[in-house]
């Protein structure tokens, strides 16, 4: 039978200390996400996330453009990844992402676009609990299990954040909770089995209890035996509206498996509002703050072809704002 645990507060080493200097960056391959993409990086930014190293699979949505300006300010770094022959893009893009990572990255977490990492108390913080999980120079990947968020009932894309509008989920037993994200340890992976699970190198793969981590008997690499929700986890705002999810998710396909096309079946699975969840939305206030620095900063820039900021990002500020 399976196995659910949700602790909120996480057992520390005793000769735990805080690395201040922690450096984390988030590894991503996106394609038309310009409308949750600042949101995005400005959420991370507030937790404690130094870097962004993202592959842009032909984005046609003004994502290529908003990369290119956030890269000019040093806050991304950004790669075009085309579709290849027989193979779907996000496991190539992943492969060059570790092969080009700077050496002072200490850690890289392999989240999407509508994956946030969510720390679940407040008294450990994100870059602290992975400095916790971390601390042990044996451990060289942690399993950060899913919550999957439903679309709280909205047929149409509204103003808001993600993180605002979307505060229902499935409970924790839902079966597609198994599922996992990688944080790892770059150097110390030689590649991604899919995108949920890395190929070590050497090291121990650990659950977010710090204890080595067990696959599920059946389903196996990137799918935990246990649901575990301690310190941290990935919500996965799976399906956002109707009208997001057919625009969005479903045109999009799957980055990551051939001929995966996500509809009706796909939303009405994972359209889970059972429970609600408000502590992703109660860190709004420091994400528009985040944010609105960053449109300043991205509206100050020098022209270089692409639109300017004020008129490129005002309008949707407004939106994201709410």
Known sequence: MPVFIYRMKPALHPD??????LNLYIAAIIKDEYSGLLEWIAYHRVLGVTGFMIAD???????????????????VSTFEQPNLDNQKPQLPAYERILRSCPPEVDLLAFIDADEFLLPLTDE?????????????????????????????GELFAEDGLVTERFTKRAPQSFNVHHNFKSVVRPQRV??????????????????????????????????SAEVLWSGVRVNHYAVKSLEEFLLGKHLRGSAATANRVKHKAYFKAHDRNDETCLLAAALAPRVKAEMAALSERLAALPADGTPSGRSWLGTKMKKWMG
Do not use: C
């Open 16 to 21: 735990y200390q805080l690395d201040e200097k």
């Open 190 to 223: 030689n590649r991604f089995h899919n995108p949920h699970y890395a190929d070590l190198r050497y090291g121990r793969y650990v659950d977010a209890l710090g204890n080595d981590m067990i696959l599920h008997p059946k389903h196996g690499n990137g799918v």
């Open 57 to 75: 699979n032909g984005s046609r949505d003004g994502s290529t453009e908003l990369l290119a300006s956030l890269a000019r300010l040093g806050i």
């Open 124 to 152: 450990l913080g994100l870059t602290d609990f992975l400095a916790s999980r971390f601390q042990d120079e044996s451990v060289s990947a942690l399993a950060l299990n899913w919550s999957n968020f439903g679309s709280n």
